[in-house]
């Protein structure tokens, strides 16, 4: 397991970006990579731990908590996802319409474009840049 330090961009219907800096672990078993660390999901500072998967050319991230869920990003596909919030279950899709991925041994960098979706219907449009350095690249 190597250490790194993840800067994670996201920018909702095209809105001004939340950008959030996290410590880390990245190891890698079976051809995938593994990406472990708690992340801040609400406006109140909540973190849940959070396990983000690459595999081929999809993302699967999986929180644990209050907002329990796992999300699977692979282009042009719909996947089912029910996201978990304190007030309650909101079943989604998510539509993933680009999956730009750059990958070293020393960089794992993620750029998402998708939307997640309810009964047919945009319920919110996401950019996602995830970028993950191990720490002693810094």
């Given amino acids: 397991m190597n250490p790194v330090r993840i800067t994670m961009k996201v920018s909702y219907d095209g ?9 880390g672990v990245r190891h890698e078993r079976d ?5 472990q ?3 801040t999901i609400s406006t109140e500072g909540a973190s849940t731990p959070t396990l983000l998967i690459v595999e081929n050319s999809t993302v699967r991230v999986h929180r644990k ?4 869920s ?5 282009i042009d596909n719909r996947h089912p996802v029910t996201y978990n919030t304190p007030m309650g279950a909101l079943p989604m899709e998510t539509d993933t319409r680009q ?7 020393e960089i794992l960098k993620i750029k998402m474009r998708y939307n ?10 996401v950019d996602m840049i995830i ?3 191990v720490e002693q690249h810094i």
Avoid: C, P, R, W
């Fill in 15 to 23: 809105q001004e970006a939340e950008l959030q800096t996290m410590s």
């Fill in 70 to 74: 796992d999300f699977l990003f692979d």
């Fill in 37 to 39: 660390f708690m992340q």
């Fill in 31 to 35: 051809g995938k990579i593994y990406l």
């Fill in 131 to 133: 970028h993950a350095v």
């Fill in 99 to 105: 999956l730009d991925l750059f990958i070293s041994d």
């Fill in 116 to 125: 997640l979706m309810s009964n047919d219907q945009i319920m919110t449009a």
């Fill in 65 to 68: 908590g209050d907002y329990a």
